[in-house]
């Protein structure tokens, strides 16, 4: 059964940005000792920091966990309710001090994403939403960009995809192009309309994107998957192929911008 109101969720969800903010304020970004996983990822002691903090201000009995730095716990799954978090999105950008990183909470019923909260430090900037009571920006009301055609408009790409050569497919698009960090971050400015769109053809997982999902959601923008179905999330094996998002009217112009990369990206997962 869903909840008739996420406004509990929501306080849970801004005292774990709250919490998060005070680690954050121990670290220097671009001076902090960093660790590699394997597969090349950064680690530092800000993301297990933020990790244990998190899932003490968020998790209560009968909930789910889901993190990038946590084990993954398979009971989740038995689960109805559950946080999908990552505790710093963004560690490459965090590691050399460039200001696109960020915390991200996720909470998803039965598989949906219903409600996110995001906050970068290095900005000061938080988003809160859910799709009850749609999203904020720094405390106020916001709304996603209300854009009808793609001519200039702003969209977000990943810094890494665009260094690896991703993009130079939309390059002659009458876009403008913005690399960033952080795709949880690139989805939040989309959700208050300080972005038209981002969209990431490479595989993401939960933890990446289910935050910002719902909070282009709730905000009443558009988000699908490059299967052209809703997200779905709290599944056995959290990699997606990856995502599109956009305020409400770019549904059709972008869909027919990517559509002949998307069945290719999507066959590689």
């Known amino acids: 059964m869903h909840s008739k109101s996420y406004a509990q969720i929501l306080e849970r969800i801004h005292a774990g940005l709250e919490a998060s903010r005070a680690v954050f304020a121990r670290f220097t970004p671009g001076a902090i000792e960093t660790e590699y996983k394997v597969g090349h990822d950064p680690v530092t002691e800000a993301d297990r920091a933020l990790d244990a903090v998190l899932r003490k201000e968020l998790l209560r009995d009968g909930e789910g966990w889901l993190s990038e730095e946590s084990v993954d716990d398979p009971v989740r799954l038995q689960r109805s309710r559950v946080w999908v978090v990552d505790p710093l999105d ?161 549904r059709e112009p972008l869909l027919t911008l990517v559509e002949p990369h998307m069945r290719i990206a999507a066959e590689k997962t």
């Open 90 to 250: 963004g560690t490459r950008e965090f590691v050399k001090g460039i200001p696109e990183f960020c915390v991200s909470i996720g909470f998803v019923e039965d598989g949906r994403p219903v409600a996110g909260g995001i906050y970068n430090p290095a900005t000061d900037e938080t988003f809160l939403g859910a799709i009850d009571s749609g999203v904020t920006y720094n405390g106020k009301g916001s709304h996603p960009s209300q854009r009808k055609t793609l001519d200039g408009a702003l969209v977000l790409a990943s810094r890494s995809e665009v260094k690896r050569g991703e993009w130079k497919v939309f390059e002659n698009s009458n876009l403008n192009i913005r690399p960033m960090g952080s795709v949880a971050y690139k989805l939040a400015l989309v959700a208050v309309g300080l972005a038209d769109v981002t969209f990431t053809l490479t595989p993401k997982n939960e933890w990446d994107v289910v935050a910002g999902a719902a909070l282009v959601q709730s905000a009443c923008g558009f988000v699908s998957t490059l299967e052209k179905t809703d997200l779905v999330a709290n599944r056995r094996d959290p990699l997606l192929s990856g995502l599109l998002a956009s305020g409400p009217f770019l």
